[in-house]
């Protein structure tokens, strides 16, 4: 298996509703990431997670609450978010060692928030 | 991580070879050179990386020039599926660190 899995593809939420993004790897990365790209943009990461451990938060909102319960799961909590939060979220995951054939992304789940 | 500089956008003919150059003239001597592409609306996929050496995989060739301020990704025969946004990025290799993008290439390819 050498794909990196995100559920939902899409997701249409209020300003009020609690949801979360699903990443699963089954490559034995033992490190992963979460993008959120924009229209026409870059991706930008938001967070990294080593060894399950949260090493890397680009000071992101409270209202993103990411979760790495496994080796190869994460997830990504949203609560309360705003209308400009729409955008693609990506997950990736790279082995994290001294040899490395680079990240792993995600097709993404396209959020809209309403 | 050093920034790099790419031209906005590329126009290439089917079937020719698509030469994209990226410009890093700040890298240091432990950072590698990455190449990632996003087709539209997917996940960015990685193409290749490397250090010093000329690089070349299935899916294309590294160049990197001596002095490692600059590097070239060659696609030896474009094709249509190859038309996506090419990005160059140089960072330190083997931990969980930063991969930022920059606003990279918008290679078109055309019949």
């Known amino acids: 298996d050498t794909e990196v899995t995100q559920t939902p593809k899409h997701l249409v939420m209020g300003m009020t509703n609690k949801k979360s993004l699903k990443c699963e790897q089954h490559?034995?990365?033992?490190?992963m990431y979460w993008y959120k790209q924009k229209a026409k943009k870059p991706p930008e990461l938001m967070f990294v997670y080593s060894y399950e451990k949260l090493s890397i938060n680009e000071s992101v909102p409270s209202r993103f609450s990411p979760e790495c319960p496994n080796s190869s799961l994460l997830n990504l909590h949203l609560h309360a978010l705003q209308p400009e939060d729409s955008a693609l979220y990506l997950c990736?995951?790279?082995?994290?060692?001294?040899?490395?054939?680079?990240?792993?992304f995600g097709s993404g789940t396209r959020l809209t928030v309403v | 991580d050093a920034k790099t500089t790419q031209p906005p956008s590329m126009d290439c003919a089917e079937g020719r070879a698509a030469n994209l150059p990226c410009n890093h003239s700040t890298i240091s001597g432990n950072e590698y050179v990455y190449w990632y592409r996003q087709i539209h609306s997917q996940g960015p996929q990685y193409i290749i990386h490397g250090l010093k050496n000329n690089e070349t995989n299935e899916m294309a060739s590294l160049i990197i020039t001596e002095d490692r301020k600059s590097s070239t990704l060659i696609l030896p025969h474009a094709t249509l599926r190859d038309t996506a946004v090419y990005y160059c990025i140089v960072r330190i290799t083997g931990t969980a660190s930063k991969l930022t993008f920059g606003t990279g290439t918008r290679l078109q390819v055309t019949l």
């Open positions: 990736a995951s790279s082995q994290d060692s001294g040899v490395e054939y680079g990240y792993t």
């Open positions: 490559m034995g990365h033992r490190a």
